[in-house]
């Protein structure tokens, strides 16, 4: 695009020359000297961008407990165990910042629930979710109109799957500053919102769903449990024209996005399903998610292939 623009300019320049010259030859106009130099029409020039513009961005969204509002998006230090950095880490090690910008998104990612002992300041799911997708908005928003050729990839993880799915489907039904061509693909793990069949499973077959869609009809008790914990549902269009691109990552019997979904089992593991159990924090590990890899290291493979191809 940048080559068609710039032979585009040069073509103009030669034209507005070769009429100087013609006038200057008809006796019209003198041939340009000390004249200023001719002025193009912007939309001809190339375009130019900071240098600091990578080809791909990342932005990542850790789980609940693994970032902070104050945290550093370049180098997370707020929790080091945090499943995220199982997948950022070795994109950093390997790719210059110029090259591919990994960015984490600094949020409160807190839960509150009945069992917060009296005194201890917690946010509601709801206010750290709006949190954490307002940031993460704002970078891609920051980056996609400062950078106009680079390309995104986003993946979260538990609280931040939620975000990141949110994310794609904003992006999928081109309601997001970033269009889905720019799009690399989004890697969703533990999606609370997972629907069977909406985006891509790498993985194993889970016949649950994501537990904000089944929990939704049981909404006021969730609320007694969890209160500002809404249960919002699927969504609405899916992931629109990123389907293609946005991978689901799920553990079987994980109870975040694997629920159960009818209603007699729901409240039999309400608890379980609302904090979440063992297979919840074993996907760096776990080799039953997808055949003969782990989560972290099939989306870091992933990434790569996607952003070598560039």
Known sequence: MRKSLLVGAVIVIIAVIGVGIAQWQRG????????????LPSEILPPSEPDW?????????????????NDDPFNPQANPL??????????????????????TTPYTAQFRNIQTKAGRAEMTYDDSRAEGLARANAELKYVA??????????????QGAVIAGDIANQIGTRQNAVTPERLLGAVIIADGRRET????????????VGAEIALQ????VVQAVTPGATMTGARPGGFGEVADRAYEICAPNDSVCDAPQDVGTLVARAGDLLLANGNHAQYATNPGVIEGTTASDWTVQWARSVIEAR
């Open 197 to 208: 069949g909406v985006g891509i499973n790498p993985g194993v077959a889970v016949a649950g």
């Open 82 to 103: 945090s499943f995220m950095l199982s997948i950022t880490g070795p994109l950093q090690q390997q790719y210059p910042i110029d090259r591919v910008r990994v960015w």
């Open 28 to 39: 019209q106009a003198p041939l340009p000297g000390g004249e200023p130099p001719i002025s």
């Open 53 to 69: 513009c990578p080809a791909v961005e990342v932005v990542s969204i850790p789980g609940t407990w693994e970032s902070a509002a």
């Open 217 to 220: 009809p049981l909404n006021g």
């Open 145 to 158: 109109d400062t950078c106009k050729s680079t390309k995104f990839i986003v993946a979260g993880f538990s």
